[in-house]
């Protein structure tokens, strides 16, 4: 790992392909999957837009993307399954309820907007607390000076 005008440098394997590449904190895969990923999703998207309601074996047949690539595309919010006829149970990964995309069901997405919640006021309390003991003592040393 180098370290170039403070950005670090890490070098990984692609998960596509084993070559090695620069990693940004953000890509798992190269330049180069990346760019035909992307030419593999507007591909699908365009054979969508014409063909509303194919299932993903016959887009995966006509586009030569492979299944896999799609439900990619429908686990990361790319494509709505709602646009296929979906012959793969994708399921949320908390609580198991088939979702038609991303990675977790829209109950959970809330539960975990409310956990996150939860968490940031007890921080805030903890913080808020900490600093009226801190005052607290400094008042109490202020009063033993009098």
């Not at 090695?20 to 837009?49: A, M, Q, S, T, W």
């Not at 790319?78 to 979906?86: F, H, M, P, S, V």
Request: glycine share 6%; proline share 1%; with cysteine.
């Amino acid at each position: 790992m180098q370290k170039k005008g403070g950005l670090k440098l890490t070098i990984r394997n692609c998960k596509r392909c084993g070559q090695i590449y620069h990693y940004d904190d953000i890509h798992k895969i190269c330049p180069n999957c990346r760019k035909k990923e992307e030419e593999d999703f507007e591909k699908v998207k365009g054979y969508l837009n014409e063909n509303p309601n194919s299932s993903i074996n016959k887009v995966s047949k006509e586009t030569g993307v492979a299944k896999k690539i799609i439900i990619e595309f429908i686990k990361n919010n790319r494509l709505i399954a709602e646009d296929l006829k979906i012959d793969v149970s994708i399921r949320c990964k908390r609580c198991g309820q088939e979702i038609t995309h991303g990675k977790y069901c829209d109950q959970c997405v809330e539960k975990f907007k409310n956990e996150l919640e939860n968490i940031k006021e007890i921080k805030e309390d903890k913080l808020e607390n900490s600093w009226r003991r801190k005052n607290m003592h400094l008042a109490d040393r202020i009063k033993g000076e009098n």
